[in-house]
DNA sequence: TCACCTTTGTTATCGGCAATAGCAATTCGA
DNA sequence: TCGAATTGCTATTGCCGATAACAAAGGTGA
């Protein structure tokens, strides 16, 4: 049938941010890590001793939705909170944690590997500007 | 805070398709249109009597998660249902499901427009075909 | 120092989108 | 014609994100 929408990048934004989405977190699922899972721990393990709040400015996550998502991880053992003063906590992997992220990375890794090679070579070192573009 | 993800295309993807997908749901709010309707609306246009299961494989919404899409576009007047056989029904716009197409068009090129205006001239042209490999 | 504004973490709740499982009715195809 | 596939549907679930409101703590300027 005939399709006017895929002329439009928006749309195709959201179809490939959807079909990728869903990639990726089937190679998580067995790690049992989310995608926000894995870009916690990553931000992290970089990041020691980083705010709960800090952390969601940089991903664009909200306290609120911060709650839960930190909550999860520390009950899976894989962060530890320690109060900086009385107000905010600096967050902290687990050697678990350290253990699970690795795997997480290979995972994503691979996932991004193959996503690149997905898009035709001459458009290829195109992309990550250009989806920086629009966001950053 | 150092950030570890800003090289991974599949983060950006993400992003970019969460930034874009808000500003584009505040664009047809005062239309009392979500991005799916919209979708569904213009592809029902150029399609008039198309199947809904059609038009659920086309935009890849499963055919559970199209009843309530259907429904709301009857509800408000915009489309309507006729039986083609005693199994499939054919949609079509109703005169004002028209124009509210119409005037979500108008939302939408310009939503478009804006985005793609946001990407460097170099990198523009190589957006859609981009994208388009990840996911079709 | 004190009053005020901001930041932090939290609870509770909601909306949009997509997925799964299962069902009844109908149509299609070998 | 009979079994398989298709269609529309209900019900439920999960993920991600948004909003509103709150208490407690920190930061700041007069």
Redesign the interface.
Known sequence: ?????????????????????AE?AARLAPLELR?SDA?LL??IA??PG?TAS??GR???IQRANMVPLLKRLEDAGLIEREAIDGKSQGLSLTPEGLRRLDAARRE?EA??AE??E???E???R???????????
């Open positions: 049938m005939d399709d006017p929408l895929i002329r439009f990048p928006g749309y195709a934004l959201r179809r490939a941010a959807n079909a990728t989405a990726l995608q870009s990553m931000l970089v990041n980083v800090a952390v940089s991903l664009d994503i996932f991004e996503l690149l997905r898009v035709p001459e458009h290829r195109h992309l990550l500007p250009a989806l920086n573009a629009i966001w950053r």
